[in-house]
């Protein structure tokens, strides 16, 4: 197992060169929410992680309401995912909607996300969200459980999935993160290097 944070700018400036003294080898920031809002502290944070020699992850929060292909398209406009970056959705709210709906919303964005990048984005969910069918039809993608209180890599893992890929074990100052894996086998979850093809 690698650790890792994920930050957003409500936690404001980081300190990368000094994070990147820690354990931690993979960074997740907080990219976009919905179809045109943007973390403030994005492209500050993501330039510093790539800088810092961190595995760089961007995710996108979901507002299930709106049109989940426009908001995969403004998250990867905002990121622009390079050879090895990782993407994931945080799928947490419904807007009111029934269960179904909101799975077709995550089915949308993941799917959007893969014909446009070639890589399967992580979905971060918690476990009530996923006990009221939130995620049905998504166990292809790569689950990110918040699970605080559960001991380092024994995760509780809700279905549809059967496995974990990466656990949020604690959530102050920084959230922080374990991957079921080595550092190549997380890479190899990035985006692909698709130039000269």
Same mark, same amino acid.
């Given at each position: 197992?690698?650790?890792?944070?994920?930050?957003?700018?409500?936690?404001?400036?980081?300190?990368?060169?000094?994070?990147?003294?820690?354990?931690?080898?993979?960074?997740?920031?907080?990219?976009?929410?919905?179809?045109?809002?943007?973390?403030?502290?994005? @492209? =500050?944070?993501?330039?510093?992680? &790539?800088?810092?020699? /961190? +595995?760089?992850?961007?995710? %996108?929060? $979901?507002?299930?309401?709106?049109?989940?292909?426009?908001?995969?398209?403004?998250?990867?406009?905002?990121?622009?995912?390079?050879?090895?970056?990782?993407?994931?959705?945080?799928?947490?709210?419904?807007?009111?909607?029934?269960?179904?709906?909101?799975?077709?919303?995550?089915?949308?964005?993941? @799917? =959007?996300?893969?014909?446009?990048? &070639?890589?399967?984005? /992580? +979905?971060?969910?918690?476990? %009530?969200? $996923?006990?009221?069918?939130?995620?049905?039809?998504?166990?292809?993608?790569?689950?990110?459980?918040?699970?605080?209180?559960?001991?380092?890599?024994?995760?509780?893992?809700?279905?549809?999935?059967?496995?974990?890929?990466?656990?949020?074990?604690?959530?102050?100052?920084?959230?922080?993160?374990?991957?079921?894996?080595?550092?190549?086998?997380?890479?190899?979850?990035?985006?692909?290097?698709?130039?000269?093809?």
């Amino acid at each position: 197992m690698i650790h890792g944070i994920d930050v957003s700018d409500w936690q404001g400036p980081v300190d990368w060169s000094a994070q990147a003294e820690t354990d931690a080898v993979f960074a997740f920031a907080r990219a976009t929410e919905s179809d045109r809002l943007a973390d403030t502290r994005f @492209a =500050e944070n993501w330039t510093a992680m &790539g800088r810092a020699g /961190f +595995v760089r992850g961007a995710y %996108h929060v $979901a507002r299930p309401l709106g049109d989940a292909r426009a908001q995969a398209r403004h998250f990867l406009e905002t990121v622009r995912l390079a050879p090895g970056d990782l993407a994931a959705l945080e799928f947490k709210a419904t807007d009111g909607l029934p269960a179904a709906e909101v799975a077709e919303f995550g089915r949308r964005w993941c @799917a =959007e996300v893969t014909r446009r990048c &070639g890589l399967l984005p /992580f +979905v971060w969910t918690h476990l %009530h969200f $996923a006990a009221e069918g939130n995620c049905e039809g998504l166990s292809d993608y790569p689950l990110w459980i918040a699970d605080p209180g559960r001991p380092i890599g024994e995760p509780r893992v809700p279905a549809p999935w059967s496995g974990w890929a990466i656990q949020q074990y604690a959530a102050s100052p920084l959230d922080l993160d374990v991957f079921a894996g080595t550092v190549a086998e997380l890479i190899a979850l990035g985006a692909p290097d698709r130039r000269g093809k």
